[in-house]
């Protein structure tokens, strides 16, 4: 199977920078688009940024500007630099990919386990 593995969340102060990372591992032939979504306490999962397998990016209009989704194929890792991070940007964040597990497969969606981020005021 496939796992993704999140790391790079804490606490931080407000204005402050974090960068985070999800490593792919497992039976994987190939991997399409990577993201990353959040969760805030009582709000549905949205989008922050996702990247596809060519390198194009979009971004959820709260963090344009201040937030960079990358990639590393050849580790089969997707990073979120987020910078001037402010309270609202407070969630779980997950890091969601498409794997294709064989060459004839179809691609699957897969998520990770969430990494909490927390900005202070």
């Known amino acids: 199977q496939v796992q993704l593995v999140e790391s790079g969340g804490g606490l931080v102060q407000a204005g402050r920078s974090l960068r985070l990372s999800c490593a792919a591992s497992?039976?994987?032939?190939?991997?399409?688009?990577m993201g990353w979504y959040r969760q805030a306490p009582g709000k549905q999962r949205e989008l922050v940024a996702r990247i596809t397998g060519g390198g194009s990016t979009n971004y959820a209009d709260a963090v344009k500007g201040r937030f960079t989704i990358s990639r590393d194929n050849a580790k089969n890792t997707v990073y979120l630099q987020m910078n001037s991070l402010k309270p609202e940007d407070t969630a779980v964040y997950y890091c969601n990919a498409d794997v294709r597990i064989y060459a004839y497969s179809l691609y699957d969606d897969y998520w990770g386990q969430g990494t909490q981020v927390t900005v202070s005021s």
């Open positions: 497992g039976s994987i032939f190939s991997i399409n688009a």
